[in-house]
T-cell receptor
Framework: NAGVTQTPKFRILKIGQSMTLQCTQDMNHNYMYWYRQDPGMGLKLIYYSVGAGITDKGEVPNGYNVSRSTTEDFPLRLELAAPSQTSVYFC?????????????FGPGTRLTVL | GNSVTQMEGPVTLSEEAFLTINCTYTATGYPSLFWYVQYPGEGLQLLLKATKADDKGSNKGFEATYRKETTSFHLEKGSVQVSDSAVYFCALSDSDNDMRFGAGTRLTVKP
């Protein structure tokens, strides 16, 4: 198993550009999550999904969109990039239950918006 | 709402020293508690967990006890190694989609 994979690893965007961060897992997990990690801060939940076709907002969803057309993939879309979206983005997945034990994180995407 | 507060870093120790990283939480229900470790350039890895009061989570020489009376989940290790240098996050969750993380504590272990 490859676990949770994310692409790209690094990206620099100009203000107003758009991009999609890709996340794929091969463990047949129902639950998938997107977090952002700002310097010196813990992770904050952007969006999550409990299964294909079902998504919901987390703590900081503004400026982002997601879709979940398959169990494996959970892309995160930035439509109009802003400097406040400069962060490291982590995708995670899990089976449901036991209060969302997040055991599998991707390696992260470091995004800079200039 | 639920929240986690952990001691500010950075923490610098010599090899074989004793480690404690403090973590306290605020929660309305009965959350599960976790410690994650993040090595440079990598994603978070689950280090240990405890799901109810007085449970002790342990892994790789690290341990933490769920203390409901003091709302704490302090991370300890008796003898740290250089390879333990990383950022450690305390977290809690009482549902499948509401995991709250602390700000992280950077640990550096010197030979």
């Amino acid at each position: 198993n490859a676990g949770v994979t994310q692409t790209p690893k690094f990206r620099i965007l100009k203000i107003g550009q758009s991009m999609t961060l890709q996340c794929t897992q091969d463990m047949n997990h129902n639950y998938m999550y997107w977090y952002r990690q700002d310097p010196g801060m813990g992770l904050k939940l952007i969006y999550y999904s409990v299964g294909a076709g079902i998504t919901d907002k987390g703590e900081v969803p503004n400026g982002y969109n997601v879709s979940r057309s398959t169990t494996e993939d959970f892309p995160l879309r930035l439509e109009l990039a802003a400097p406040s979206q400069t962060s490291v983005y982590f995708c995670a997945s899990s089976f449901p239950g036991l209060a969302g034990v997040l055991e599998f994180f991707g390696p992260g995407t470091r995004l800079t918006v200039l | 709402g639920n929240s986690v507060t952990q001691m500010e870093g950075p923490v610098t120790l010599s090899e074989e020293a004793f480690l404690t990283i403090n973590c306290t939480y605020t929660a309305t229900g009965y959350p599960s508690l976790f410690w994650y470790v993040q090595y440079p350039g990598e994603g978070l890895q689950l280090l240990l967990k405890a799901t109810k009061a007085d449970d002790k989570g342990s892994n790789k020489g690290f341990e933490a006890t769920y203390r409901k009376e003091t709302t704490s989940f302090h991370l300890e290790k008796g003898s740290v190694q250089v390879s333990d240098s990383a950022v450690y996050f305390c977290a809690l969750s009482d549902s499948d989609n509401d995991m709250r993380f602390g700000a992280g504590t950077r640990l550096t272990v010197k030979p």
